[in-house]
């Protein structure tokens, strides 16, 4: 199964078969990367145990391991950000996402007069960012800070990482994502709802 990537984006793996001159290489790899994987849990078991215990309450780190946690725990990149301070932009391309630890932010979007339409707020706990894990394409929104705020960055090719060190954690986290994308259909649908009913009325 292997992960295509292009310009550091990715598209879901698909499956096929292994020759039996092809098993033995990636027999060989698969110990090479049981080896990266250790490395990864050393450092984030004595790095962050309040960080880890904060994100394991958080829907994106949800059902996984500990060891595969941690694997993806030391691939988290911290960010700080200050209050106005622009985190992504609507049409910019994108190579990662993000988790809010700490502070507030405001997601907006360009209307067809020009204008900026807030459309949502973020705490800690949520995450932003992911659709351009999941699909070639821009940023769909600006995302502002509205508070001095922590965020903790997971880009694309540290998925693609991930992938290879633990495919089942790999399958699970997009499983996460792909339960918060369709709440927020859900969410959608009642505020297109609510609004046409009010037009009518």
Known sequence: MDVASVDGLFYFPTFHFLSASEAPRRARRG?????????????????????????????????????????????????????????????????????VHSGELKVRRQGHSGGLIHTADLGPGDFFGEMTLVEMQNRSATVVAATATVLYELTAQNLYTYYKVDMHAYVIVLQNVNRELCRRLRRADARVAELVHKLRQ
């Open 31 to 99: 110990v090479l990367l049981a080896i990266e994987a250790a490395a990864y849990s050393v450092l984030m078991v004595v790095s962050s145990p309040d960080l880890k215990a904060f994100l394991l309450t958080t829907p994106f780190f949800g059902g996984l391991s500990d060891a595969s946690l941690d694997v993806l725990l030391s691939m988290l990149v911290e960010r700080r950000v200050q209050a106005g301070q622009i985190v992504i932009a609507e049409g910019d391309p994108g190579r990662s996402m993000f988790v």
